[in-house]
């Protein structure tokens, strides 16, 4: 089962890297939960953004890269997205590269897909598997730029009258984390890894 080969003289066997880039901690929660649940089915590393330098691709089967949505972008991607283009093609043509986000909208709103899709070309698109797990907000985590965009958006939601809803969910923080939204994204690197 999975890859076997040689690359810069090292094995290549059902290794993951799981990168993750978190200023509040739900995307970290939630690498973390997909580590454990991987543990005993492949190795697993576990890499914070702040070291992602450290990473060398060339020794993985398969890479996931994990971020928090900031404003529809999903924090850290646009580096992740440079490394993609260098990775080794068994990685690129294969299937085996795979995003999550994590946000304050909820899975099923209408928006979901077309706020991952804007964070990728067609090609780089083609070339990943992403998935949305929704996580909620943490203004006691928050930085003072963030908190500072924030009330701004609850200003223009109060202003535009509309969206009473979407006021109420930004309107403190919450918390709709759930170790079983990780099934999917863990599915996926166990079959990723048997490719
Ligand atoms: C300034 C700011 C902008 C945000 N923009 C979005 C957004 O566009 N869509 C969304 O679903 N959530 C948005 N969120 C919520 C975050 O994506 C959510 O809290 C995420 O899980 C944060 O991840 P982290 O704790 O790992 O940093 C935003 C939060 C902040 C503070």
């Known amino acids: ?8 003289g090292k094995k290549v066997e059902n290794r993951i890297v799981i990168i993750y ?5 739900f995307t970290k929660k939630y690498a973390e939960w997909m580590k454990e649940q991987l543990s005993g089915k492949m190795s697993c590393d576990l890499i914070p953004y702040k070291e992602r330098r450290k990473v ?3 020794e993985y089967d398969t890479v ?5 949505f900031h404003a529809g972008q999903i924090n850290g991607l646009k580096w992740f997205k440079a490394q993609m283009q260098k ?6 043509q294969n299937g085996k ?3 999550f986000a994590t946000g304050a909208m909820p899975a099923e709103a209408p928006d979901v897909e077309k706020s991952m899709r804007k964070n990728f070309t067609e090609q780089e698109w083609a070339q990943v598997k992403t998935f949305y797990l929704p ?13 500072l965009m924030m009330s701004m958006f609850r200003a223009m939601l109060k202003e535009a009258k509309v969206d009473s809803k979407m006021q109420q969910i930004v309107a403190h923080s919450f918390d709709v984390t759930r170790k079983e939204a990780t099934v999917p994204v863990v599915e996926w690197c166990v079959h990723a890894a048997s490719r």
């Open 21 to 25: 880039c978190s200023k509040t901690g």
């Open 97 to 99: 590269i795979a995003v």
């Open 64 to 68: 996931l890269f994990g971020g928090g």
């Open 1 to 8: 089962m999975g890859s076997q080969m040689v690359e810069d």
């Open 56 to 58: 060398r691709f060339g």
């Open 135 to 147: 996580s909620g907000l943490c203004y006691e985590k928050m930085g003072v730029g963030d908190k």
């Open 87 to 92: 990775l080794p093609a068994r990685l690129r």
